[in-house]
């Protein structure tokens, strides 16, 4: 790959400035049915679904309790329940309904600035909302790990479409800078850790506070060493 | 586990503010013979010890060159050479030599803050190195996956030992908590990505700039796409 310069660092001028008078979104791209199934040989059908929604929980509650959002939608392929978010059912799939809602967004006179956001990072804290939507760079990247993007700010929806699976996090800067747009790459830890096999556990378990952590702990879920190495067991 | 109050944010009141005036010292232990085993299937022996030591090079290179330091200490089995830092030779394990290393510093008048920090973490940039110094708590401990320590600051010496492997993380929070110490979890992807394993070379070739993207380069090293997953191929 060919360098090309990126904003990695600005200032986060406004850390701890509570942002409630900004105009922005957030969307959460959500699918119950099946969800998580590289856990299901952890958890029968519906602990996956209940923890997928636990883990939506944990987003959506932190996007609205950071006080940075008029809106906060979810748009999923299946009615769900989710206090304070707004619920946007789909049967797209995830870039064709991201980006008819990023198209729906740019037609609206205000054009907000929209943040998406995975359902499956538990760990994402209020202060990462904060200061990701305090950059002042046009798109904001947080990568995941192995080339995913689990978050993205984009400050003019109109400007902009997604590309996700793969390395979707090359192909989302490159979009952004093939459309003359300052892109910064976001650097957390807990945004990158998306929850999809056995060993992710172990983060939810030793970094988590809200519902995922808990529901795994009901469910008998415990921190195990062995040998130096730090798993999951079931009891 | 039961939950201890940790202070998980301090308003970064220093970022972006060069640290030339603190006297810190930066130890890096390191451990070149038949160093990074589990890439063996894709390096041989001599890239293998090639690789640690690019990434070695650009982990002591960050943090010359974030003016936080005094002195940055290699802590290693074997003599080596690394532009800016000083070498340590060392016989013992990891956590002898750190807790030696910190019993001295702690014996010196000055009683410098020490930054412990693991060489396999090319990721980590300056912005990481002075944020986390600028913490005002008394322990910053950067998690690695899966449990790890990946860097740690301690701001007395004196009233700190380390025990690494297994889930450090929880082991020195507890050690900070039980000493009476204010500890931060100082949240990074770059810091948490330690390099181990061959999917981790997915991360360096995907957000390194440094010496060790650079070797992987030239060894040939490229990332591979195959249905949607992201992977290393070596041309």
């Known amino acids: 790959m060919e360098k090309i310069p990126i904003i990695d660092t600005f200032p986060n001028l406004f ?14 791209p959500f699918k119950k049915s099946n969800a998580k199934s590289r856990l299901s040989s952890l958890l029968t059908d519906k602990e996956r679904e ?75 804290t209020i202060k990462n909302i904060r200061d990701l939507t305090a950059s002042q760079a046009e798109v904001v990247i947080v990568p995941g790990r192995m080339g995913g993007t689990n978050a993205i700010f984009i400050r003019d929806p109109s ?20 459309n003359g747009l300052i892109v910064e790459v976001f650097d957390s830890f807990y945004i990158s850790t998306d929850i999809d096999e056995t060993a992710d556990l172990v983060e939810v378990l030793l970094h988590g506070t809200g519902q995922a952590e808990g529901y795994l702990k009901t469910l008998g879920f415990v921190i195990e060493e062995s040998r130096g190495r730090v798993g999951v067991k079931r009891n």
């Open 15 to 28: 850390i701890d400035i509570p942002c409630l008078l900004r105009d922005m979104r957030a969307v959460i």
């Open 159 to 178: 400007s902009f479409h997604v590309d996700y699976y793969g390395a979707s996090f090359l192909k989302h800067r490159d979009i952004a800078l093939n």
């Open 50 to 124: 209940d923890f997928a929604l636990a883990m939506l929980s944990d987003v959506a509650g932190t996007l609205v309790d950071s006080g940075c959002f008029d809106v906060v939608d979810i748009l999923t392929t299946s009615l769900i329940d989710q206090d304070g978010a707004n619920i946007v059912l789909t049967e797209m799939g995830l870039n064709e309904a991201l980006n008819e809602y990023l198209k729906k967004m740019s037609s609206h006179s205000l054009n907000e600035p929209v943040l998406i956001i995975m359902a499956d990072i538990p760990l994402v």
